[in-house]
């Protein structure tokens, strides 16, 4: 048997083949006349109707034609007319013009001039030469104002257009906290971080990934909490990322994160402001996506998953009891099953006798053994899941409910299955959704299975070792420099004052100030 | 590249030790439709042959347990008796009366009978130390007077499972009233590993007609045969001698220290009516000593009580009368464990433990009286005193009739 060589399989890119693309990315400059340079950017656009150019002159008795382009949508109107509007005045006092008309660069300059200070009024102005800075500005909603006759063009910052409202998370809904979630603009989700840290040792650097889509991607964190170590290895990933687009964030955790073969997550995605705010003082790194509503937050630790923001607006009683649920519900989401697997099939001996009794009862009748119907139950309730994603709002809540009611009954009527596996899936469903992160109740989601033929196999001393392996591949495991199981594995005292229980506030305070 | 090729190599291996998991297939694996659970065992003497008979009592599930209600006539237990020289043989033999593998580990129950018992039972402690399915902390019981077959035999009405039903009762019985025990494997092979102790074991008798008790035993408001817990079995070794009874058992625990509650009934001064006291809990302290190069034990009985019943006019208020009270109390504690001495003293078996009492304080002497401790048992002088200590008399004083 001949072992082949992994061959890494990039993201191919695939860039549009076209001559002139060379155009855009070398330094070459505009052309001086008007005309030219507006049939380059036509054919740059393959002449798409969103592509906004208004031409209009200015000055007398020499008029000047100018042309100021956008693209419709990403450019705010109201801004563009009022540059317009505002520029026209010069038409009214272009005597004062009349004196260097002969000279007719200077001529060209003056009135470039003039509108510059006209767009300062207007948003934040550049002044640009070169098409490579030209063609992304306009994609990212700025105006780029043409001169006939100069190399020069005004950017003029006019980025508007419409989001979505800010509304309540969708799937990190808290009971008493805040309601706000963040939305697909990054703009938008930093002023929410900005009203809630307002400090100026906040940075935030933005840059464009995505070779085809140039995705802005922002990086915020908080000078002096932040570890510089871990903040340059995430910029150093961010920067080798060379993929054609970045669609969701996801995209660029999976990238980003360790390489390790793992179904545990690494880096944690919030929806929340007021979550990722606290992760920002705990000193880690938020990246946000235009067009996700999630934040990365780098790096993420085990007990990092399983707190959510609600325990911050409970007392710290009932909230370290419920931490403590969430840590027991996560084991009986992957454990439950094949405990139970274990024991009807290996360890009868540790059943109590009366329990043992009615065990014997109800499995009278079913033809196959616990591992089969344990399987079938299990996976029939991951297709209800994936399909209850997808049912229409109207007729879901009725079709579940019928569904559950139906199946559940019709199949241990029928001695399908036996009463007691049908309670034991369904604690575990249920463990499942107590876990406050998805992408972690999606990994025990994974183990479960894993476990289940574990414990078919060699019960509950396969299930055990399955476990030690489990903890020893988690203490191996690393996110962005910290340990996974901090601040258990490498104990250290004041990190526990947060993780299973939440002490109360007054205990609390004095966390990592500047730490490095 | 040498590098890359090795690694090529061990991560081969790797693999093939990780598929070894699934190699194993479904090693042990029971499936619960193919298990029979054995909840009590039976162990008779077959006359003119040297083999005993095996019953081993199994549950039925559906009649059993709630879930899926059998419904019909079956009763909730079978039995299957089987020939066999060893219990091993038995139980494989048995393979042939029953569709399901039998299965152990849930017995609670070792029935013996009277004629076993004097045979000697030294046959079976290596099985059931032995076997990895039997637990240590079986009961054992020895029938009073009847098969253990016909033990098993009998439903009860009360508790579905007879099994359950007899251990309940003898446990019930050791806190209650005193008049037997609870003894398991354990216990016993601890008896008779320490030297100076010998083994006893709780007895159980059946009440009634078993001729007429079958399924409808629990089919009528009273049911023609009950499985009583009674007595105490003494033994000498594996062999059984002889049976302490009622009163005298409870001397047996109350020199033991084991009397949880029971209840006495003392004469008042009248002789004709009786004082009921209610036993609440006591204690036995045991002293050895050596008079003229003899074993001498001093054993000293603390109780409290309280006034159960009575139905002669005493005042208890009058601390005089309390003291009387105790100091019958007293006497007929006294009475009952000189009783249980003389009993086993007259069998020469030592269930009280005093040879590892004299062993641990002694040993000097013990090593000269081993070899022959029954003799000396026998010959021992033992001087039991009882004190009670009247707590409470219920909610009254003085009882309702005047003298």
């Known amino acids: 048997m001949k072992i082949s060589s992994r061959k890494s399989y990039k993201n191919k890119k695939k860039t549009p083949t076209n001559d002139s693309t060379a155009s855009i990315l070398d330094d070459r400059q505009l052309n001086l006349e008007l005309q030219e340079n507006l049939r380059i950017l036509k054919h740059e656009f393959g002449n798409t109707t969103d592509l906004i150019i208004r031409k209009f002159v200015i000055g007398s008795p020499k008029s000047i034609e100018i042309a100021a382009i956008y693209m419709e949508g990403l450019a705010d109107d109201e801004l563009i007319n009022e540059f317009i509007t505002h520029s026209h005045s010069l038409m009214v006092e272009s005597t004062e013009l009349l004196e260097i008309e002969n000279n007719q660069i200077a001529y060209i300059q003056n009135i470039f001039n003039f509108l510059k200070e006209i767009s300062l009024t207007i948003g934040k102005t550049t002044v640009t030469s070169y098409w490579k800075d030209v063609i992304p500005s306009l994609l990212d909603g700025n105006t780029i104002v043409l001169f006939d006759g100069s190399h020069d063009v005004l950017n003029i910052s006019t980025v508007g257009g419409n989001y979505r409202a800010i509304s309540e998370p969708t799937t990190q809904a808290v009971v008493r906290g805040s309601k706000e979630g963040f939305i697909e603009s990054i703009s938008s989700n930093i002023v929410m971080i900005r009203r809630r840290v307002k400090n100026e040792k906040l940075r935030i650097e933005k840059m464009k990934i995505g070779e085809v889509s140039n995705t802005d991607v922002a990086i915020m964190y908080i000078e002096g909490f932040v570890k510089d170590q871990t903040l340059v290895e995430v910029k150093q990933k961010l920067e080798k990322i060379d993929t054609n687009a970045i669609l969701e964030s996801n995209h660029i955790e999976e990238l980003i994160q360790e390489k390790a073969l793992t179904p545990f997550p690494t880096v944690s995605s919030t929806e929340r402001p007021d979550q990722l705010s606290r992760s920002l003082l705990e000193g880690k790194i938020a990246i946000f996506v235009e067009g996700t509503p999630f934040a990365l937050v780098i790096p993420s630790v085990f007990s990092d998953f399983l707190k959510s923001s609600e325990d911050y607006t409970l007392s710290y009683a009932i909230s370290s009891l419920i931490r403590i649920l969430r840590y027991i519900s996560f084991h009986f989401s992957i454990f439950s099953s094949p405990i139970y697997i274990a024991i009807v099939t290996y360890h009868h001996e540790i059943i109590p006798t009366n329990f043992l009794i009615s065990l014997i009862a109800q499995r009278q009748g079913v033809p196959y053994p616990v591992i089969i119907e344990a399987l079938l139950l299990e996976f029939t309730f991951e297709i209800l899941r994936e399909a209850g994603i997808r049912i229409p709002r109207a007729i879901g809540p009725t079709i579940s409910i019928a569904g559950a009611l139906v199946i559940g009954e019709a199949a241990v009527s029928a001695g399908l299955v036996s009463p007691t596996m049908t309670i034991v899936v369904a604690l575990t469903a249920i463990s499942n959704f107590a876990i406050p992160s998805y992408s972690m109740a999606n990994a025990t989601r994974i183990l479960r299975f894993t476990f289940m033929l574990l414990a078919s196999f060699s019960g509950l001393y396969g299930v055990t070792l399955g476990y030690l392996l489990m903890i020893a591949h988690l203490c191996k495991l690393r996110s962005f420099g910290s340990h996974y199981l901090s601040p258990f594995s490498p104990f250290y005292l004041s990190g526990n004052q947060d993780a299973i229980l939440r002490f109360p506030f007054s205990l609390l305070d004095n966390k990592s100030k500047e730490n490095n | ?403």
Request: charged share 25%.
């Open chain 2, 1 to 403: 590249m040498k590098i890359k090729w090795m690694m090529k190599i061990i991560s081969l291996l790797l693999c093939f030790i990780f598929i070894n998991i699934f190699l194993t297939g479904c090693w042990s694996q029971r499936e619960l439709g193919d298990i029979s659970m054995v909840t009590s065992i039976g162990v008779d003497k077959i006359p003119n042959e040297d083999a005993y008979l095996f019953t081993f009592q199994i549950i039925i599930p559906s009649q059993v347990s709630p879930v899926k209600g059998g419904g019909g006539e079956q009763a909730p237990v079978t039995i299957i008796s089987q020939k066999g020289k060893t219990l091993f043989e038995a139980i494989r033999g048995a393979s042939q009366k029953a569709p399901n593998q039998l299965f152990f580990p849930h017995a609670r129950l070792f029935v013996f009978s009277e004629d076993v018992a004097k045979d000697g039972l030294g046959d079976f402690w290596d099985m059931l130390e032995r076997d990895h399915e039997i637990r240590p902390l079986t009961t054992i019981f020895i029938t009073k007077g009847s098969k253990a077959k016909t033990i098993l035999t009998i439903m009860t009405p009360i508790e579905k499972m007879p099994s359950d039903s007899l251990l309940e009762e003898s446990k019930l019985a050791e806190k209650r009233l005193a008049f037997t025990t609870r003894v398991d494997i354990d216990d016993t092979i601890k008896a008779i590993a320490t030297p100076g102790k010998e083994p006893f074991m709780g007895g159980v008798e059946m009440i009634g007609n078993s001729q007429a008790a079958q399924a409808d035993n629990i089919k009528q408001a009273e049911p023609k045969a009950i499985i009583k817990a009674n007595a105490i079995a003494l033994f000498y070794g594996e062999k059984l001698q002889g049976w302490l009874k009622d009163g005298s058992a409870r001397g047996l625990l109350w020199v033991l220290g084991k009397v949880k509650s029971t209840v006495m009934n003392v004469p008042c001064k009248n002789k004709e009516d009786f004082i009921n006291v209610e036993i609440l809990n006591s204690k036995a302290q045991i002293h050895p000593q050596i008079k003229n190069g003899r074993p001498k034990m001093q054993v000293t009985i603390d109780t409290e009580a309280s006034i159960g019943e009575t139905s002669c006019f005493i005042d208890l208020t009058d601390s005089e009368e309390i003291v009387r009270i105790q100091e019958r109390v007293g006497k007929q504690i006294k009475k009952e464990a000189d009783e249980a001495i003389h009993i086993a003293q007259k069998y020469k078996s030592d269930v009280f433990g005093f040879g590892t009492i004299i062993y641990r304080s002694y040993p000097g002497e013990w090593k000269k009286w081993e070899s022959s401790w029954k003799d000396h048992f026998k010959e021992m002088e033992v001087e039991v005193k009882a004190n009670v200590y009247i707590r409470r008399s219920g909610l009254r004083n003085k009882p309702l009739q005047n003298k």
